[in-house]
């Protein structure tokens, strides 16, 4: 079992920057692919980053691709994910999520642990 508790969500401009640490307890994140989702006020979660397990290699929607930055660090249990640039658009739930089976997973039935995710809300 891995737990995952995400934090650094809040109330930014639009422009603005944030990051969004997860840390995870019960066993390594080394053995997983980790993934960052979010999931906007009335629509379906959505994937936005992902990085396989030695960091080497990275995902990411179109949406955030070239302003959202996905990373790892193993040693410490922890995937951060850096927001910058931030738009209205990019208001939602953000959930940190693990997967075990992949080497790279951008779906969310890949998954198989989940944060319970911290709100970002973008004004304009």
């Known amino acids: 079992q891995v737990q995952l508790v995400e934090s650094g969500g809040g109330l930014v401009q639009a422009g603005g920057s944030l990051g969004l640490p997860c840390a995870a307890s019960?066993?390594?994140?080394?053995?997983?692919?980790m993934g960052w989702f979010r999931q906007p006020p009335g629509k379906e979660r959505e994937f936005v980053a992902a990085?396989?397990?030695?960091?080497?290699?990275?995902s990411y929607s179109d949406s955030v691709k070239g302003r959202f930055t996905i990373s790892r660090d193993n040693a410490k249990n922890m995937v951060y994910l850096q927001m910058n640039n931030l738009k209205p658009e990019d208001t939602a739930v953000y959930y940190c999520?693990?997967?075990?089976?992949?080497?790279?997973?951008?779906?969310?039935?890949?998954?198989?642990?989940w944060g319970q995710g911290t709100q970002v809300t973008v004004s304009s």
């Open positions: 999520a693990a997967a075990g089976r992949f080497s790279i997973a951008t779906s969310r039935t890949q998954y198989d642990y």
């Open positions: 019960g066993r390594t994140i080394s053995s997983y692919v």
């Open positions: 990085v396989s397990r030695s960091g080497g290699t990275t």
